[in-house]
């Protein structure tokens, strides 16, 4: 349950799109990092009183390891702009019934702009969507996609199986530049686009950001418990089945590490096989760089070869993957290990990023 403490702001440290970052000194003299969305809880300044949701912080999560911001009690922001009496600014409900529920409108409710077009979309029209279980993937990816097209216009399509709010993410306000636009679906918000379903979010990346790729991960603070059906990213076969429901082409970007000190993650992850092998009942494009060390390929080879049945397995050239990955212009990083550390991750997800732009010619 939830760990609460109260205090006040010490200071403002790093700032990122829809975050802030804060020191917090508690009533015995700690300070405690904290984080603070100013769109839901108003502008911290130093000399604030805020309260706290401490837990991720106390227990020494990863991703979560911040002291969240519930609310700055004595200096409570003002009400939006549009007055929320009414459905004219939008009534789509997340993070529904807990006490921060933002109300927000969807990109195709009744008041939006966009109602028109997304009521007349069908399908995807042969859109291709990478499809990734960890946010990790999502620079590599891009970085794949612009290897060789450059100037494809890419979405990304953030679900809640991680972080809710998008401006969690400091590689998402990285890459904001970069990116066509962000469309938050399910529980998940604060992307450029609002969505109820993922079905909704993936025509809005057609029609509404006119994409050329999408990529559908969720967002980072991905949860798993070691076991088979446990994890999170297990909704990435989902991801898969609606692509194909909609007429677009899924592109599996694999989760492939020679690195993880984890055995049920090496070669290719149980968390994959899972997803595309098991929940994914459409048929997808699942990619593998076509170099990856002899050991490591044996490995993904054996496992990936009941999955043949259903699924199309690509070898995708990776010249010129290492540069694009390396010119990123933000970090890569996943589970804490860098490009050079855990390789052959970053490599499959910018091979996919690469199949998926072959698939625009």
Do not use: C
């Amino acid at each position: 349950m939830v760990r609460w403490r109260s205090g006040t702001v010490s200071a403002l440290r790093r700032r990122w799109a829809g975050a802030v970052e804060l020191d917090v000194a508690l009533p015995d003299g700690t300070i405690m990092r904290a984080l603070a969305y100013p769109h839901l809880v108003g502008e911290p300044q130093p000399g604030d009183r805020v309260l706290l949701n401490a837990g991720a912080l106390l227990m020494g999560l990863g991703t979560g390891g911040y002291a969240l911001v519930v609310a700055l009690p004595d200096r409570l922001p003002p009400d939006p702009p549009q007055a929320a009496d009414t459905r004219d600014a939008g009534h789509l409900v997340k993070a529904r019934y807990t006490p921060l529920q933002p109300i927000l409108l969807g990109v195709d409710e009744e008041a939006s702009p966009h109602r028109a077009v997304l009521e007349a979309a069908e399908d995807l029209a042969g859109l291709p969507v990478v499809t990734a279980d960890l946010h990790s993937a999502l620079p590599a990816i891009l970085a794949g996609v612009r290897a060789d097209a450059p100037h494809a216009r890419v979405a990304y399509v953030l679900t809640d199986g991680g972080a809710l709010p998008a401006w969690f993410s400091r590689t998402l306000a990285g890459l904001r530049d970069e990116l066509a636009g962000t469309v938050s679906v399910g529980q998940a918000f604060g992307g450029d686009l609002e969505a109820g379903t993922l079905h909704s979010g993936l025509l809005a990346a057609r029609h509404v950001l006119h994409a050329d790729v999408a990529v559908v991960a969720q967002g980072p603070g991905n949860l798993g418990t070691g076991t088979r059906w446990g994890f999170s990213g297990v909704a990435v076969g989902e991801a898969v089945n609606a692509v194909a429901t909609l007429g677009g082409r899924p592109v599996g970007s694999l989760r492939i590490s020679a690195a993880d000190p984890r055995p049920r993650h090496r070669g290719v992850s149980h968390h994959s096989l899972t997803a595309y092998g098991r929940v994914a009942l459409a048929p997808a494009d699942l990619v593998v760089p076509d170099d990856l060390d002899p050991a490591l390929a044996a490995e993904v080879d054996a496992a990936l070869a009941p999955l043949a049945a259903r699924h199309r397995i690509v070898r995708v050239r990776t010249d010129g993957l290492d540069a694009a990955l390396r010119a990123s212009t933000v970090p890569l990083s996943t589970m804490g290990r860098g490009l050079d550390a855990d390789h052959a991750y970053f490599l499959a997800a910018a091979a996919a990023g690469r199949h998926a732009a072959a698939l625009l010619a």
